[in-house]
């Protein structure tokens, strides 16, 4: 089992910044590639970014240029650092972490709402 707590959400203003931290727990040991993923109301939810435990990042073509993913592997930490934020960024954003179990369906987050006003 793998367990993620999110943090950093909050509000911003457009063309801010926020930078948004997910600490894993558990079997770490297990886990491949993790990621960024949003659900804006009404609509599903959609990959941000992901990154594998060797650093090879890959990002949705509408936050490439103002998202970028990190990974901190000793402190089983990925970060999210968020620029330029537009209103449509407003969703929760959700932490995902895939492992190198076979059949795994991977883990969730609980998920840290950010909101950009315009």
């Known amino acids: 089992q793998v367990q993620l707590v999110e943090s950093g959400g909050g509000l911003v203003q457009a063309g801010g910044s926020l930078r948004l931290s997910c600490a894993a727990s558990?079997?770490?040991?297990?886990?491949?590639?993790m990621g960024w993923y949003r659900q804006a109301p009404g609509k599903q939810r959609e990959l941000v970014a992901t990154?594998?435990?060797?650093?090879?990042?890959n990002y949705a073509d509408s936050m490439k240029g103002r998202f970028t993913i990190s990974r901190d592997n000793a402190k089983n930490t990925v970060y999210l650092q968020m620029n330029s934020l537009k209103p449509e960024d407003t969703a929760v954003y959700y932490c995902?972490?895939?492992?190198?179990?076979?059949?795994?369906?991977?883990?969730w987050g609980q998920g840290t709402q950010v909101t950009v006003s315009s």
């Open positions: 558990g079997n770490t040991f297990t886990i491949n590639t």
């Open positions: 990154i594998t435990s060797r650093g090879r990042t």
């Open positions: 995902n972490a895939m492992t190198f179990v076979p059949g795994s369906a991977g883990y």
